[in-house]
Every structure is written in C-alpha cells, then in structure tokens.
Nanobody
Framework: EVQLVESGGGLVQPGGSLRLSCAAS????????MSWVRQAPGKAREWVSK????????AYADSVKGRFTISRDNAKNTLYLQMNSLKTEDTAVYYC?????WGQGTQVTVSS
C-alpha cells in the first residue's frame, strides 16, 4: 500500500522555523521526483517545491524561494521541507506528493 505521511506541522510565530517530514512507503521512493504542495483555506492548491529522484535538482515557487529548502534521504524514504523566516501567508496544509500519490497533509499555522 502506497503511503505518504507528513509530520512536523504546528503553530509558529512569524519569523520562526519548522521542518516538515514526509515518510514514504509502498513504492520505490528513490525512483520518484517529489513535491511539496500547500493549500490555504478557501484557496487553490499552490505548488511549493520539487526535488528530483536523486536530490540533485530542486525548484521553488517564487513565494518561498530563499526561505524554504527541500531535501530527501532516500535511504530513509523520507522527504523534508525546511521552512525558515515563516510568514503568516505560509499558513496552509502542506502535502507531499508524487504525480499521482498524495499524503494526508500537515497543518502549518503562522501567527503571532
């Protein structure tokens, strides 16, 4: 059974940091490019970041560039998103995903 399980979300003040994790199972994780996508209440889903299967190529949405870092540990079947200098507009449910498989999401709330 394919599973993508996000964790690490929570409440943080503006300017703070969080690290999200995504534990993958049920497929050959190292063969797949991975993305982080987020969705705020009442808004469309927004692509955040992508990393290729080997971790050598990454890309970011302009809204998070310079603040977020995507990484992966293929030996642990885990995807990460380091989130620094968080802003209130980063508040959303964050999902890790392949093209067809999505996790359940983890809530990130940035508020003072």
């Amino acid at each position: 059974e394919v599973q993508l399980v996000e964790s690490g979300g929570g409440l943080v003040q503006p300017g703070g940091s969080l690290r999200l994790s995504c534990a993958a199972s049920g497929f050959t994780f190292s063969n797949f490019d991975m993305s982080w996508v987020r969705q705020a209440p009442g808004k469309a889903r927004e692509w955040v970041s992508k990393i290729d299967s080997g971790g050598g190529n990454v890309a970011y949405a302009d809204s998070v560039k310079g603040r977020f870092t995507i990484s992966r540990d293929n030996a642990k079947n885990t995807l990460y998103l380091q989130m620094n200098s968080l802003k209130t507009e980063d508040t959303a449910v964050y999902y890790c995903a392949t093209s067809i498989w999505w996790g359940q999401g983890t809530q990130v709330t940035v508020s003072s």
